[in-house]
């Protein structure tokens, strides 16, 4: 009898650990594309544009966004911000660019390109094994009121960033890493909520990143997919295109 208890203590005990195992970061990714629409639904994707607000609340300062979007890899954006003009980026066959008036034309190198070369994958959430060879699930934390599995995904080239999805619905909830950029390495918090459907895919309208202290407002007004985009809208401009041929030479 004392064996047999032991026995079914030992049992118990196992059956708790399984209870409390963290799910595999491959399970987690996965079920994010099935509650958000399912891969068939993803699949049949080519194209996307979207269209948006942002805002620097603490400055005072808004504007508009648009970014199209196409398979494989190739974005097209344009922010304009009241006081600081038009800025606009892209990617297309490897080359990742911007152009403001601040910072002029200019092509991105080393981290900072890897890291917008990653962004551009078109249909990221299902082809996030190409993007992170790496995925792990580190542990659960709760973030904005919500009990999330922590994620670490590691790229093949650049810095890890950490995702955290909700335990209850699957969702993202909040993506850190630390981004490159002119001034340096910075860490970057970006906070997505207000998911909602755009042709049978769920995707969040609401984006809050906070940076170095200050926080930006990316509000999504609308999402159109399949959409007929013109293939030179995503060639860089003139600026970039001399750019990258005074490199080649």
Known sequence: MIRNIAILAAIGAFTAMADDALPKAETILDHYIEVTGGKAVYEKRTSEISTGTIEFAAQGLKGTLTRYAAAPDKTYATMELDGVGKVESGSVNGVAWEKSAMMGPR?????????????????????????????????????????????????????????????????????????????????????????KDFGGILQPTKLIQRVAGQELVITIQSVKFNEQIPADKFDPPAEIKALMNKAAQ
């Open 107 to 195: 092509v991105k190198s080393g981290d900072e390109k890897s890291q917008s070369l990653r962004e551009a994958q078109f249909n990221g959430a299902l082809n996030w094994r190409k993007i992170y060879p790496k995925a792990e699930t580190a542990g659960v934390e709760t973030v904005e009121g919500q009990e999330c599995y922590k994620i670490s995904l590691t790229p093949a080239e650049g810095k890890t960033e950490t995702a955290y999805f909700s335990k209850k619905t699957g969702l993202e909830v909040k993506r850190s890493t630390v981004a490159a950029s002119p001034m340096g390495e910075v860490p970057v918090d970006a906070v997505v909520s207000e998911y």
